[in-house]
């Protein structure tokens, strides 16, 4: 059994930041990419930023600039910095992992998800 726990998250002003973290533990052999999805309220999941193992990183056109993720390969974290916060990037946000559960199989898993509020 694997699980993802997030922390981080709450309400802050326009123009200011945040910092989301996420651990994975449990039977884990490796992980693959790892990475941030948010949902705002009557909109579909959507990525915000990806890494690799190998440290290829994508990020959401919308976050480009304003956002960095990084992760530590030996804790199997991965985190998300979110600096000049808009109205718009709030909802829920949802940590995501490929882990290698053997050396032969991945298996998706999403964290519980964190809310972020940007509002004055």
């Known amino acids: 059994q694997v699980q993802l726990v997030e922390s981080g998250g709450g309400l802050v002003q326009p123009g200011g930041s945040l910092r989301l973290s996420c651990a994975a533990s449990g039977s884990i052999y490796g992980v693959n990419a790892m990475g941030w999805y948010r949902q705002a309220p009557g909109k579909e999941r959507e990525l915000v930023a990806t890494?690799?193992?190998?440290?290829?990183?994508v990020y959401a056109d919308s976050v480009k600039g304003r956002f960095t993720i990084s992760r530590d390969n030996a804790k199997n974290t991965v985190s998300l910095q979110m600096n000049s916060l808009q109205p718009e990037d709030t909802a829920v946000y949802y940590c995501n992992a490929m882990v290698q559960i053997t050396r032969w199989r991945d298996n998706e898993y999403w964290g519980q998800g964190t809310q972020v509020t940007v509002s004055s």
């Open positions: 890494t690799t193992s190998g440290g290829t990183r």
